[in-house]
């Protein structure tokens, strides 16, 4: 237990944590091979490790992000930290993912900007950040990065990968890879392929950094940043994760001033505005904006369905072979419940042990990122019975 | 029967129209008071008419367009003239709102740039556009404009009023502006108060716009237009006018070109997203920037419960005296139908004479302008009714 326990009205936190970073394709023989062809190296994946690794290695749990993430899923940097990471009330001693049973490892996506090798790191070959001259990544490259630091860290086999929205991509993408290496997958508010809508969104997100005339094709590292255009990007999103009944219920109408309307457009009449302009302001401060570009990028392309055989996503899981657990909630309408059913029956018609939960939830797609007795709980359950499985 | 006939599938056409102006308020002390307090003047007020207004003008019917429309509603402006009116699938010789038996007349609203006074008139105080001077409008200054125009028209009572989105909030405040002006009110995918996600759709619609340099606080007039900040904008709006389905039904994941994915980020990848930078690029070369932050700011401040005592949309409606048709549609998820049923309520409490009906259509809130038989009908139906009770 540490003293920041008091912080987290869910249970105890795992206290201060360090991010770490392993680097591989060091020589251009060695370099990543992306899904494009492109060749790429070196990488540098950050990570972060909560709990203990068994001695027989049995029991890794692999957290996987969403967009925006990074690999700073529970903890605190330093007693100083206000924030502990983004999955806090789920990762941690007698939580959801419980650090007292379960190694838990959390690493940076391909083409963030969590350190882990993105577009604004280092180009070996002009000595100065990549931008549009990184590669675009996807979900499969995405995990080819964690497999090697999998590799690294002498996992042979992972108990569970568990994320949701494009973690969850992640997540499904890693039990077709690496069907022999994870033994459960948790997969929460996603897709089997990104939507029209979903793509939509996407589109005029990176639309509106490119617009901003600070973007200057990608090349704004030594200079001002699209910072306008990453917060329009970071508004859409906002509104996306959110629904409806929750905007109801976090902002209705109620006027940021007391008073009536301003009249003018250079005032704020409604607290949403407030919050989504906050919300862009707070998020330039921690987010790269051709990293957005890469990572919905990244979720546009993703789809299941294309690879299997005539685009069957029956095909495509015809060579997975782990449990699933899949998780939907009833308003997200950027993930609805309808993606993930159809997920579920391709699994089924594999004859593949699934479990399917629906959650009632009013916060839109977030849900998966508030704290939920429910979800804690199936997560839980589940994990334990892969892992008595997997003993027996 | 005009030769245009033949173009539209649906019926006949009203043939060639004429866009007509009526201007008032050009003596300062005849200057109209706005909601906000202040006084705007001279106004001109551009329109159309379709039809022939009966002798004792009692089969006049106002059209009310949404928020990017205008007061071309039906017909063609000459015969080479490739596109009709706005809603030509509804109104004509034997459509939904017959004009071989209404006198139909649209009008573009304060505020917009469809010919009536707007941010890209004249400002007669300095003799340039008016840009950001031009004062904040609410529905309700739409409407009294419109009122202006029907006492220059002779009509003291519409037979009908009838608009969808924000133009079925021109209608319901028709209904408690001049209750003893207006027989039947038709709300189409519309609320009786703008909620927190479609205020915060618009507010980012806005700030996409004020992003653009161009912008220039407003005054672009004279140079460059802010097109990419109003394209973002559009492409915002687009999306919330469609569906989920309807986006799955048009695009799916269908890519643009035959091969596969781009790999790049100037290429266009996906149909979705060929479709959305070309309706950005269109809508640009029709419409004001500026219009666009005031008729969204418009329909933010819409909320007829305010209007009420103690915030009862009840007792709003209680000076009321129409007959209503309020039709909302299945997939529409700006405005779903939970919010016409509140209306439908406030309404039905007060005793008032109200029809409501909601369509199954997974065209979303464009539902409303899409040929819909049923919609057509349900629309004649109630004219005719309100006719009836009128004549009786």
């Not at 237990?1 to 023989?29: C, H, L, N, Q, W």
């Not at 957290?63 to 903890?75: N, R």
């Not at 690493?107 to 000595?127: D, Q, R, W």
Request: glycine fraction near 8%; charge should be neutral.
């Amino acid at each position: 237990m540490s003293e920041y326990t008091s912080r987290d009205a869910s249970g105890a936190s795992v206290g201060i944590v360090e991010k770490k970073y392993y680097s591989f394709a060091r020589k251009p023989t060695e370099a990543l091979v992306l899904e494009s062809g492109t060749r790429l190296g070196p990488v540098t994946v950050a990570y972060e490790t909560y709990g203990e690794l068994s001695p027989n290695k049995d029991n890794a749990v692999l957290v996987l992000h969403a967009l925006t993430g990074d690999c700073h899923a529970a903890g605190y940097y330093s007693k100083a930290d206000a924030k502990p990471g983004w999955w806090e009330n789920m990762v941690g001693p007698g939580k959801g993912i419980d650090t007292d049973r379960y190694f838990v490892i959390c690493s940076s996506i391909l083409g963030s900007c969590g350190g882990t090798t993105g577009p604004c790191s280092t180009n070996p070959a002009t000595g100065k950040p990549y931008g549009l001259d990184f590669p675009v990544v996807t979900v499969g490259d995405m995990v080819e990065v964690q497999k090697k630091l999998m590799d690294h860290l002498g996992i042979e086999r992972l108990l569970g990968v568990v994320g949701g929205s494009l973690g969850g991509m992640q997540a499904l993408e890693w039990s077709l890879r690496y069907p022999d290496r994870v033994a459960g997958v948790i997969a929460l508010a996603t897709t089997l392929r990104h939507s029209a809508l979903a793509i939509a969104f996407n589109e005029i997100s990176r639309q509106a950094i490119m617009a901003d005339p600070n973007w200057r094709d990608g090349h704004y590292y030594d200079g001002e940043k699209p910072n306008t255009g990453l917060a329009v990007a970071r508004m859409i999103g906002h509104v996306t994760y959110l629904s409806d009944a929750a905007m109801r219920r976090k902002f209705g109408r109620r006027l940021q001033s007391k008073g009536d309307f301003s009249f003018q457009f250079d005032d704020i009449d409604f607290q949403v505005e407030s919050y989504l302009l906050h919300q862009g302001t707070k998020f330039v401060e921690r987010f790269d904006a051709n990293s957005f570009l890469y990572v919905t990028k990244a979720a546009d392309y993703f789809d299941l369905e294309q690879r299997g055989e005539a685009n069957s996503a029956v095909k495509a899981f015809s060579r997975a072979k782990a449990s699933f657990l899949v998780v939907s909630f009833t308003s997200d309408w950027l993930y609805p419940t309808y993606q993930s059913r159809e997920l579920v029956r391709a699994l089924k018609k594999n004859r593949l042990d699934v479990s399917f939960c629906e959650i009632k939830a009013d916060s839109g797609h977030d849900a998966f990122l508030v704290p939920n007795k429910r979800l804690s709980r199936l997560i839980a359950n589940f994990l334990e019975k892969v892992q008595s499985e997997n003993d027996s």
